[in-house]
């Protein structure tokens, strides 16, 4: 458990609702319901962050444990039930350099794709956006793509999320 928005307790009708406190206060009541009822839920850890090298220093811990992320939460903000600046996701992307084996136009629009070479052995399609690249990319053979990804399939070594950035 990580956060609670509402609380219905046996004296309690109808529930009530916690969303418009600051995180701080509710994850405190949180933390004392669940001490109070010596149950078996775990509370997340919290992890005080305060600058963006903090930040950058837990996300090269979390990649080399190969985690895909951290929430950033602001301690004094009330719950919204949308995106926004209060929440935000941070992933430990990471980059690799790979040889292009072919390419292909899609048929689809402006519809453009790769083949790079993983490491071990296999081909992954990536799709580029960017006309000049697509253009070098059908002029030369032997090129190479830096291409950005979330993490490896432990399964087959497949790339999740894999986005091409630019040529090497």
Known sequence: AFDILEYSGRNTKPPIPLGHFPL???RKFLESLLIERNDTFKIVEQIPITSPNEVEAALNKLRELG???????NLDASYVAKRGRNWLKAKTWNEIEL???RWEDTGIGD???IYVQLKNGKEQRVVVNGHKDRE??????GL??????LSE???DGALRFPSFRRLV
């Open 24 to 26: 701080r206060e509710r």
């Open 99 to 101: 040889p292009i084996l």
């Open 111 to 113: 519809g453009f794709i």
């Open 153 to 155: 399939s432990k399964d």
């Open 144 to 149: 190479v793509a830096e291409i950005k990804y």
């Open 136 to 141: 070098m990319i059908r002029a030369k053979q």
């Open 67 to 73: 985690q895909e992320g951290i929430m950033l939460k």
